[in-house]
């Protein structure tokens, strides 16, 4: 893994930016990269306070993003990649994105999602802060339309940087919404937001994990970990 342009990891941890949320985006390619990036600029308030963290293992596309990015309000820092196992190996995407974010806000995107709603979201995100929780450790659960009239909470999860600092991790395995999804529930520790304040759409992926992989992998690691944090 390698940081772009010719920054070290340890560089980048090293000197945050001074932003309220970072986008983590795992990106496969440039085109369906534009989509999504356009329908965030369209209806963010304050760009200035943003920045988007990148993964990039398409190399074709670099210039594509680099240029883009110097473009955009939006801050950013790119991670660039090896080939990996496409969407098994997302949970390790997630983490390293997650360990450089400088945000208190951390929101969880893929690059084949689209901000349909046209409110300002960042203001509804800004705004769980400092309300329910007083030690900011929470998730935020972000409403989904798969295009087939059934609305469903989870894919695009976001949470906070003091929710990270007590987890060390992002996620510990590909189906990050799941993962999240769940750990936040059984804490107890979750704010809801509605879809008029954001709405999000994206395609319907493909299963992950098995309901065998759930029941003897993901299950027992989750339990193992609401015990640590209760």
Known sequence: ???VPGKSTKTLLANPFDVSIS????????????????????SCSNPDDVEMLLKIDNTKDIDDFYQLCEKSPFKFKILLYGQYNGRFSLHHFFNDLGS????????????????????DWYKPLVETRD???KDNV??????????????QLIPTPAFTKEWYELCREV????????????????LDRRIFLTEDQILVTMPQGSRVLSKDDRKSLFYPALERQIRKLS
């Open 171 to 186: 996620t510990r395995f590909p189906n990050y919404d799941r993962w999240l999804g769940e750990l936040a529930k059984k």
């Open 138 to 151: 929470y998730c935020v659960m972000i409403p989904y339309d798969n295009g087939k009239g059934t609305k």
């Open 131 to 133: 309300r329910d929780f």
């Open 23 to 42: 986008l983590l985006i795992p990106s496969l390619n440039f085109e369906g990269f534009t989509v999504l990036y356009d329908s965030l600029i369209r």
């Open 1 to 3: 893994m390698a940081s």
């Open 100 to 119: 450089v974010a400088s945000g208190k806000i951390i929101w969880m995107l893929n690059d084949d999602a689209e901000i349909v709603s046209q409110a």
